[in-house]
């Protein structure tokens, strides 16, 4: 492999996508974080950039003109969070000997609590898309997919017709990493599966379980799309995402009992500190309850 810039950060976007098999948003992201990293270093260095003549202070010298140019500290983990993964893979290639970003420390990130909608919000949210029109009971069945799996929006999208067992009231989900696995589905998402798939043209070669007017998968950008008309519809006055959706799966979970590590299974997460964070909501709301509620608050 050659060692210029162009050649590494071509060789680095290919394993990304074939390899890591990362989505288009994410590779397209460390692909630019590390364009201006490269940009940086010629204009700070006056020299072009070589992996050998990387070292972590010139990453450190990076992150502070990031955090000059005002940029937050979760945008400049992600730039070095691309540089590692860029030089663990030079280092597999044996290009650099070892990886200079691994010296260097993180900004602590603020820690946000998720949007997420209450229960009262999301049962309106669900009974917003009107199911006399194709297009309404594909809303719904997206719609109630996504409250009653949890699921990433990616990951959603990706879903085709035979992933379903609507006998089982299960669906196979791919998420990141090529990972698979099996996902309940509730009585509510599974009737709305129904009534979608019933409306659909019998025959065709699509494979893609929710499709557009013209018969092709929607994209994550149209599902977004479809949940800002739905949340107009239901004259909820908040700006969320497909996300928050899986935020509220989680959080209406714990509020109603369920244990930890179970939501930790039901959202795909490796890690259960990466779950924890839904505990911090729901000991909010269990706080916003007791001050409302408990005559000596």
């Known amino acids: 492999m050659a060692l210029d810039f162009s050649s590494c950060l071509d060789a680095f976007t290919r ?32 020299r072009s950039f070589h992996p050998r003549a990387v070292d972590h202070l010139a990453i450190r010298a990076f992150m502070v003109s990031c955090r ?31 990886n200079p970003a691994r010296a260097v420390f ?8 998720p949007r997420l909608l209450d229960r009262e919000e999301m049962e309106a949210l669900l009974a917003a898309p009107d199911t006399a029109t194709l297009s309404g009971l594909r ?24 992933d379903l067992d ?13 990972k698979e696995r099996i996902c309940p589905l509730g009585g509510h998402a599974s009737r709305a599966l129904r009534n979608y798939l019933k ?7 699509a494979r893609a379980l929710f499709v557009n007017r013209h018969g092709n998968r929607l ?11 739905q949340i107009r519809r239901a004259a909820l006055n908040k700006r969320i995402s497909p996300h928050s959706i899986r935020h509220s799966f989680a959080t209406h979970l ?36 007791y001050d409302s509620a408990h005559p000596r608050a």
């Open 139 to 162: 809303d719904r069945a997206v719609l109630e997919t996504l409250y009653s799996t949890g699921i990433r929006v990616a990951a959603l999208v990706g879903l085709n017709r035979e």
């Open 199 to 205: 409306s659909l043209p019998a025959a065709g070669p």
């Open 166 to 178: 609507l006998l089982g009231d299960s669906v196979k989900v791919r998420e990141k990493g090529r």
């Open 68 to 98: 000059d140019r005002g940029l937050g500290k979760s945008t400049i983990s992600r730039k070095v969070a691309a540089l590692r993964s860029f030089f663990r893979f030079l280092a597999r290639e044996g290009a650099v000997e070892g």
């Open 219 to 229: 994209s994550v950008r149209a599902v977004r799309d479809l949940l800002d008309k």
């Open 15 to 46: 394993y990304l996508r074939i390899e890591k098999d990362y989505s288009p948003h994410t590779v397209s992201s460390y692909r630019a974080d590390l364009v201006q990293f490269d940009e940086f270093f010629r204009s700070h260095y006056r």
């Open 254 to 289: 714990l509020d109603a009992g369920a244990d930890l590590r179970a939501v930790q299974e039901l959202l795909g997460h490796s890690s259960l500190s990466t779950t924890q964070v839904y505990t911090h909501v729901s000991r909010r709301r269990l706080k916003q309850v």
């Open 106 to 113: 993180l900004p602590r990130k603020e820690k946000r609590l």
